[in-house]
């Protein structure tokens, strides 16, 4: 048996009938690798998945896609392998829901302050009657079969962003709302609204104790911690705890192989940016 075929057949003993994929099965065994992407190109997340990068994310928030640009970028990362997930523009029941709707797995939530907030965010990834997402599924249903309804609220995962000073002063109430899958860390957000420079790799005693809060109150509460990173700081993440962690970025990928290509053939040394974060 394939390693597809055993992941396969995991899935169809733990829901049934529909081999509908779960982040919330993978980071179980491992810690999980994402790649972002912030540019419309279907082709760029298939290759991604295809590559072995465990989910796929695609950015309605900060990025460039359209819907109909996101819908199929979704099912090219899914058919490739790799869990779709949108990060959403909004916490709102409608933006969450479209997204879903088109297929993504798992939401990123952004801006999730209060446990009002979290709960907004919970009932809008649930069904009744856990939540209250509208029932229209209909890139889902087409795409996971017509038993999606069934499992989906044992399968979507909810992912809230924590990501400003507001935040970690509810970071207790808003990890105790139940139906919270994962605290997603917006680096950049975060060391901003601590008055600190715009850096994902602060050192600066204020973040690391802001990051040392969120992996207590994950570990206390059964919450996965997840976090916006690059392949420089993917070791210290998961050393420190973190289980899902992004360190590709297609528009990043872009710009530096092309300056590398040019650098190279003119004889300079490569001197590219950094990898973008707005996180």
């Known amino acids: 048996m394939t390693g597809a075929d055993a992941w396969e057949d995991h899935i169809v003993r733990k829901h049934g009938s529909v081999p509908i994929p779960s982040l919330r099965d993978r980071w179980q065994e491992r810690p999980v690798l994402g ?36 819908l199929a970028m979704m099912q090219a ?9 949108a990060r959403v523009a909004t916490n709102h029941a409608m933006t969450i829901g479209r997204a879903l709707d088109a297929g993504a797995l798992a939401v990123i939530i952004p801006m999730v302050n209060t446990a009002d907030d979290a709960r907004a965010a919970v009932a809008a990834c649930r069904y009744p009657p856990e939540g209250d997402r509208s029932y229209g599924p ?10 999606y309804a069934r499992v989906a609220n044992a399968t979507v995962t909810c992912l809230v962003m924590i990501e400003t ?7 207790e109430e808003i990890l105790s709302v139940p139906g919270i899958d994962g605290v997603y860390v917006g680096p950049v957000d975060l ?29 206390r509460h059964d919450i996965v911690p997840a976090i916006h990173a690059d392949e420089r700081l993917a070791r210290r993440w998961t050393e420190r705890g973190f289980r899902m962690i992004t360190v590709g970025y297609d528009q990043y990928s872009v710009i530096h192989g092309l300056n590398q290509a040019l650098a190279t053939s003119r004889g300079a040394p490569v001197d590219g940016p950094r990898q973008p974060f707005g996180y």
């Open 77 to 85: 990362a899914e058919a490739a392998g790799a869990i779709p997930v």
């Open 138 to 147: 209909v890139a889902a249903i087409s795409r996971y079969s017509d038993d």
């Open 35 to 70: 790649a972002w992407m912030f540019l419309r190109e279907p082709m760029t997340a298939e290759a991604a998945a295809r590559m072995g990068y465990d989910y796929v994310v695609v950015d309605l928030q900060h990025g460039i896609a359209s819907e109909p640009e996101a």
């Open 165 to 171: 000073v507001q935040a970690l002063a509810n970071l």
């Open 191 to 219: 060391s901003l609204t601590l008055g600190l420079p715009p850096r994902p790799d602060n050192d600066a005693p204020e973040f690391m104790a802001a990051i040392d809060r969120i992996l207590d109150a994950c570990r």
